[in-house]
C-alpha cells in the first residue's frame, strides 16, 4: 500500500484550521458568556436596590419580597458557579470594586424577613467562599457583614429560625477558622477602642477596669460567645470559632490584653455554666 504523504499533510492542514476555528468560537462563547453572567450580577444587584429604594414598608409587601429573594439567590448561584470556574473571574472582581454587600448588608437589615436574611447569608457566604478578592481583608465587608447580623440576628425585630442561626453562626466560625490560619486580617475585625487614650484619664480607668463591655471592638467574638450555651451545631460552631480566636491571641498581644480585660470571660463562664447544668447527672 502506497501513502499519499501529500494527501496526508492537506489532511492535517485542513484539520488544523478546523481546530484553530473551534477554539476561537469557544473563546468567543466563552467571552460572550461571562459578558452575560456579568450583566445579569448587575441587573439583580441594582433591581434588589430599586426594590428596596421604591418599597418604604417592605416587611409587608411580599411582592417586594419576592423580587429581593430571587435577586440573592441568583446572585449567589453566579459566584458559586464563577469561583468554581477558571479566571476570569469578573462577577467576583464586581462585587468587590462596587461592594455589594452593602446594599446587600442594608437591605437585609430593614426587611426583617427571615427568607431574605438567609438568601444574604447566602450572598455573604459565597462571596467567602471564593478566596479571590480578599473579602475578609476589606474592613468595608467586615463592617458591613457584622451590622447585618447584628440587625437581623440580634434584633428582637425579627424572629429566625434555629436553621437560619445556625447558618449564621456557620458563617461566624468560618470566619474565626480562617483568622486563625491567616493572623494578618486580626485587625480587620478586631479594634481595641482604648488604644491610644492614655492621656485621658476617665479612658485609663476605663482601660484598667477588668470586665468592661466592648462589643464594638470585637463584634464577632461577642455574636459567638453569646451562643456558647446553645446545645447542637449552633453551640458547637460558637464554642470552636471562641477557640480559634483565642488560639489566635497567642500570636496578638493587644488582643491577649483585651480579652482579659473584656468581660467575655465572665460571659462565656456564665454560658458555659448555663450548658452543663442541662446536661444530665
Not at 416587611?59 to 440573592?72: M, R, V
Not at 430593614?110 to 427568607?115: C, D, K, S, V
Amino acid at each position: 500500500m502506497v501513502l499519499d504523504i501529500t494527501q496526508d499533510r492537506r489532511y492535517l492542514r485542513s484539520l488544523n484550521i478546523v481546530l484553530h476555528a473551534s477554539r476561537e468560537t469557544i473563546s468567543k462563547y466563552l467571552f460572550v458568556n461571562t459578558l452575560l453572567v456579568s450583566y445579569v450580577a448587575l441587573i439583580d444587584t441594582n433591581t434588589a436596590q430599586h426594590t428596596w429604594q421604591k418599597t418604604p414598608r417592605l416587611a409587608e409587601d411580599l411582592g417586594a419580597l419576592d423580587t429581593l429573594s430571587a435577586c440573592f439567590q441568583r446572585l449567589t448561584s453566579i459566584l458559586h458557579d464563577e469561583s468554581r470556574s477558571p479566571a476570569p473571574h469578573p462577577c467576583l472582581s464586581f462585587a468587590s470594586t462596587s461592594a455589594i454587600f452593602i446594599p446587600v448588608s442594608r437591605i437585609a437589615s430593614t426587611a426583617y424577613n427571615e427568607r431574605i436574611i438567609r438568601e444574604a447569608v447566602g450572598v455573604f457566604a459565597a462571596l467567602i467562599d471564593s478566596e479571590e478578592e480578599a473579602f475578609l481583608a476589606d474592613a468595608k465587608f467586615a463592617e458591613a457583614l457584622m451590622t447585618f447580623i447584628d440587625k437581623s440576628a440580634g434584633s428582637n425585630r425579627v424572629v429566625i429560625t434555629v436553621d437560619t442561626e445556625g447558618e449564621i453562626v456557620e458563617l461566624l466560625f468560618g470566619i474565626a477558622a480562617k483568622i486563625r490560619l491567616q493572623p494578618e486580617i486580626l485587625p480587620v475585625w478586631f479594634t481595641s477602642r482604648t488604644k491610644g487614650e492614655s492621656g485621658d484619664s476617665s479612658a485609663s480607668q476605663k482601660s484598667n477596669f477588668v470586665g468592661i463591655a466592648q462589643k464594638d471592638d470585637f463584634p464577632l467574638c461577642y455574636q459567638l460567645v453569646n451562643r456558647v450555651h446553645h446545645e447542637g451545631r449552633i453551640g458547637d460552631f460558637a464554642r470552636t470559632g471562641l477557640l480559634y480566636i483565642f488560639e489566635s491571641a497567642s500570636k496578638s498581644e493587644e488582643l491577649e490584653v483585651w480579652l482579659v480585660e473584656s468581660d467575655l470571660p465572665t460571659l462565656m463562664a456564665s454560658g458555659l455554666g448555663a450548658l452543663y447544668s442541662q446536661m444530665s447527672r
